[in-house]
């Protein structure tokens, strides 16, 4: 008896070697750039809440009357805590917005994992000073 041939056999289609290949190289770059992206995305409404969070605290503490320098360090730890290392080139300034209020604003830059691509974000944050009077 005559030994069987395998029943199912792979078959090509004529010039359709390393077809995959090829496909995985075009399609390859565009979902790493679209990862990329949506993780950026991410980077910066994490960065924008940080931000805003932080300024809003710092005003808070401004307007109880804490020292300015201690109201912008709060910002800085706050930033540092809460977004880590996603936000660079942090400038946060607290002034006065006349009338007896507090202005704490802060802008950062977002870290780029798209080259080419920058983002800022900035926040602010104005209220009443609290001045504490004698009644009479």
Request: glycine share 12%; hydrophobic share 50%; charged share 20%.
């Given at each position: 008896m005559a030994p069987r041939r395998a029943?199912?056999?792979?078959?090509?289609?004529?010039?359709?070697?390393?077809?995959?290949?090829?496909?995985?190289?075009?399609?390859?770059?565009?979902?790493?750039?679209?990862?990329?992206?949506?993780?950026?995305?991410?980077?910066?409404?994490?960065a924008a809440h940080a931000l805003a969070l932080a300024v809003a605290e710092g005003g808070a503490a401004a307007r109880a009357g804490t020292a300015r320098p201690a109201a912008l360090?709060?910002?800085?730890?706050?930033?540092?805590?809460?977004?880590?290392?996603?936000?660079?080139?942090?400038?946060?300034?607290?002034?006065?917005?006349?009338?007896?209020?507090v202005t704490v604003s802060a802008r950062a830059s977002v870290v780029s994992l798209l080259p080419g691509f920058h983002i800022s974000v900035a926040s602010s944050s104005t209220g009443p000073s609290q001045v504490f009077r004698a009644s009479g």
């Open positions: 029943i199912s056999r792979r078959r090509h289609a004529a010039g359709d070697d390393g077809s995959a290949t090829a496909e995985l190289l075009l399609v390859l770059p565009a979902i790493m750039v679209t990862v990329a992206a949506a993780l950026q995305l991410a980077f910066y409404g994490l360090s709060l910002v800085r730890e706050d930033v540092a805590r809460l977004a880590g290392g996603i936000l660079v080139n942090l400038d946060v300034k607290v002034g006065d917005a006349g009338s007896g209020s």
